[in-house]
């Protein structure tokens, strides 16, 4: 038996739902890490003893998109999804989605190509070329923005 208009019309306001709060998550998880990074590179002794760990990766590479210093997976990784889920009032399917896509994103930037044809890298303009000017030494007290935008 086939889905009615009623089934329909709530399946389609569940889909928009879930977009805006999966686009309202990815802005707050942008600037919750975009001040944090901040902070990390412009405190010294944050980027002495938490944040240099990140950059010894001189050529970033996609195993080490998450290799860091405990103290940063924490507050900048963990932190600021899980405020972001708070804040956005995602549901548990949401969240899903959005950790492993914001994971993937964060690979992605890390893995060193440009490929024409990746649709992270034509969707987002903070990519693997940004990625590997903030990880260079001339590169690594600007740039502070994160995953999206």
Known sequence: MGCTCFE???RLVSLFHTRRNTANDSLII????YWVHRAFHTVPYLYRKVHSVHHRLYVPYAFGALYNHPVEGFVL?????AVAH?????STREAIFLFT???????DDH??????????QFLFPNNADYHDIH???YGIKANFSQPYL
């Open 77 to 81: 990784d963990s932190m600021g999804t």
């Open 8 to 10: 329909d019309a709530i």
């Open 101 to 107: 896509f914001s994971s993937i994103k964060t690979v």
């Open 30 to 33: 942008d600037a919750y890490q």
């Open 135 to 137: 990880h260079q030494a």
């Open 111 to 120: 893995c060193g190509y440009r490929l024409w044809w990746d649709p992270l």
């Open 86 to 90: 708070g804040l956005a009032g995602l």
